[in-house]
């Protein structure tokens, strides 16, 4: 079972930077990824990096301003999100597979953690 706690989330300017980061208790190589879901909608994919951190993908609407990247000596995944916009704003879900594919479908992946807010204002 893998436990995974997100943090960083806030309330930032139009512009601004965020860096979200999730920690496991453990990582074991996890395919690891982000999820982004606003109010009424379905729950989108972000970006994703394999359990090496060779290989990462991003959704067409954040590539150029995010990077996510993982640091498993710490257990850790984070999401760096640059030049943030209103698109941007919603609960950004943390999530593992034990699989290598870097699925942009959340029903493939295998575990979720709780969600953290992230709300941009102009």
């Known amino acids: 079972q893998v436990q995974l706690v997100e943090s960083g989330g806030g309330l930032v300017q139009t512009g601004a930077s965020l860096r979200l980061s999730c920690t496991a208790r453990?990582?074991?190589?996890?395919?690891m990824g982000w999820f982004r879901q606003a109010p009424g909608k379905v729950r989108d994919f972000v970006a994703a990096i394999s359990g090496s951190g060779g290989s990462t993908v991003y959704a067409d609407s954040v590539k150029g301003r995010v990077i996510i990247s993982r640091d498993d000596a710490k257990n850790t995944v984070y999401l760096q999100m640059n030049r943030l916009n209103a698109a941007d704003a919603g609960v950004y879900f943390c999530?593992?597979?034990?699989?290598?594919?870097?699925?942009?479908?959340?029903?493939?992946?295998?575990?979720w953690g709780q969600g953290t807010q992230v709300t941009v204002s102009s």
């Open positions: 999530t593992a597979r034990s699989g290598p594919a870097l699925s942009t479908i959340p029903t493939h992946w295998n575990y």
């Open positions: 453990t990582f074991n190589a996890y395919t």
